[in-house]
């Protein structure tokens, strides 16, 4: 399957710690994105990092890529409780996204 | 902002039945695509289209069929709805280059 796998498929935090959830694929990485979905929602595009980049950034997200791993993290800084949600990669293959099965975060208060 | 909507929220239809979930954007976007979320195993792509009339096969397509007539409009088609196609659908929109996509709400499908 070319689908992405995430790790951890869970995380709890307490709001002002850092999360960081990974993604890798089987097959090579392409531009890879980044998605949110909040509970029962459609997903909200985050960021999108390029084969040729290394590291972006986006406020308190910071998105790594390692091509030769075929993998990609994503940072979320000094989490709130609004962070709460499931984290998607998505890798470009061909002309569609293949998505990842998704890290759920869970920021207490 | 880029609006995707889908005809439903919440769907409950009956084995046998045919169904159809309507997908609408206002951006003008080239292609389209046709998801369903399980737990567990993430978005997988049933369908997508870069072109009015045109259609590619996803990872899942099976028991479901698309149509684009229009630009703006995508919908996907379950011929004879199954329990085992009981899911979230979720519809998205995007310019070529496949970069960001755009989703819907989704539609939480109910098969008895």
């Known amino acids: 399957s070319q689908q992405g796998e995430e790790d951890p498929q869970a995380l709890s935090i307490q709001e002002g710690e850092n999360a960081t959830m990974n993604c890798s694929y089987k097959?090579?990485?392409?531009?890879l994105q980044w998605y949110r979905q909040n509970s029962g929602r459609g997903l909200v595009h985050l960021i999108l990092?390029?084969?040729?980049?290394r590291e972006k950034h986006s406020g308190r997200l910071r998105v790594t890529l390692d091509t030769s791993k075929k993998s990609s993290s994503l940072l979320i800084t000094a989490s709130r409780a609004a962070d709460t949600a499931s984290y998607f990669c998505?890798?470009?293959?061909?002309?569609?996204?293949?998505f990842g099965k998704g890290t759920t975060l869970s920021v207490s208060s | 902002d880029v609006k995707v909507t889908q005809s439903s929220r919440y769907l409950v239809k009956r084995t046998g039945e045919k169904v159809f979930l309507e997908c609408v954007q206002d951006?003008?976007?080239?292609?389209m695509f046709w998801y369903r979320q399980d737990p567990g195993l993430g978005l997988r792509l049933i369908y997508f289209s870069y072109d009015v009339k045109m259609k590619e096969k996803g990872d899942i397509p099976e028991g479901y069929s698309v149509s684009r007539e229009k630009k703006e409009r995508f919908s996907l088609i379950l011929e004879s709805a199954s329990t085992n196609q009981t899911s979230m659908y979720l519809c998205?929109?995007?310019?070529?280059?496949?970069?960001?996509?755009?989703f819907g709400p989704g539609t939480r499908l109910l098969v008895l």
């Open positions: 998505a890798n470009q293959a061909g002309t569609a996204l293949i």
């Open positions: 951006m003008d976007h080239e292609n």
């Open positions: 990092i390029r084969s040729n980049e």
């Open positions: 097959t090579s990485i392409n531009n």
């Open positions: 998205a929109s995007g310019n070529q280059g496949w970069e960001t996509q755009y």
